[in-house]
């Protein structure tokens, strides 16, 4: 039985002190939620007051991002133990925003990844076809090929760790979600990924998130799929009615 996971991705938005009237308003909009995981994302600098705002209640945070190195003369990254200790529970990796601007490879994906269970921290790691590979019909190559790259060396023990989000990059911010049956088809051709490189248990036990668009309207018909076992939400994450609608799916 797969617990969901409904994930807010912040990007680059709210200040802190805007995090700490999200969590005052959406908290008590969340308590009763007992049938999903819930996570919200902020900002590095934002963090800390996510994880003062939340304590005590069933809301996790996580970072968006995190570098493989544990600490050095990196300037600008953040590690994932610092990320665990300032009280991180998840890191999105991989994101298609990350992948677009910022060169991120199936290559960082991977070492990203590992550095997060190291450090303790659940990574969600995103995968996704452009609106072009999906036209010329690439979309399972591009996703076999993200998770091969990116996932694909882990030992058994650290796959059991991770979650997987699949994002079609069309879908990202567009308002344009994919249908859930082409949802379903993604996820199940991932699932069929994760049986073949780490056996049946392995297949039946990961997340795969559905991650494009997804607001209070769509989200029960997504969710309503086998294969979907949750939401990364980013535009909807920010108003706490939205994101607590798509909680309590
Ligand atoms: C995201 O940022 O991961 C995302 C899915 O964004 P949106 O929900 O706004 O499409």
Redesign the pocket.
């Known amino acids: 039985m797969r617990v969901p996971l409904m994930a807010g991705?912040w990007?680059l938005f709210k200040t802190a002190a805007e995090t700490t009237v999200f969590c005052e308003r959406f908290l008590p909009m969340v308590a009763a939620a007992s049938h999903c995981e819930i996570l919200i994302c902020p900002p590095f600098v934002n963090i800390p007051a996510a994880v003062a705002a939340t304590q005590g209640s069933k809301v996790g945070v996580g970072g968006q991002d995190v570098y493989w190195q544990k600490e050095g003369a990196f300037t600008g990254e953040v590690s994932a133990p610092m990320l665990k200790a300032v009280g991180c529970r998840s890191v999105?990796i991989g994101?298609?925003?990350r992948r677009q601007y910022f060169g991120e490879t199936d290559t960082t994906v991977f070492k990203k990844t590992t550095a997060a269970i190291e450090a303790g921290l659940q990574p969600i790691v995103?995968v996704g076809e452009t609106l072009d590979e999906r036209e010329s019909n690439r979309t399972e190559d591009v996703l076999a090929t993200q998770f091969k790259g990116g996932l694909g060396a882990l030992r058994p023990d650290e796959f059991a760790k991770i979650v997987i989000?699949y994002?079609p990059v069309w879908?990202?911010?567009?308002g344009r979600t994919a249908t859930p049956d082409m949802a379903a088809a993604a996820h199940k051709f991932l699932r069929d990924q994760v049986r073949g490189a780490f056996g049946e248990e392995a297949a039946q036990a990961v997340r795969i998130l559905y991650?494009?668009?997804?607001k209070p309207a769509n989200v029960k018909n997504l969710m309503a799929q086998p294969d979907i076992d949750g939401a990364?939400?980013?535009?909807?994450?920010l108003k706490p009615e939205d994101f607590s609608l798509i909680v309590n799916f």
């Open positions: 991705n990007k999105i994101h298609s925003e995103c989000a994002e879908a990202i911010g567009t991650g494009g668009s997804v990364l939400v980013g535009g909807a994450s």
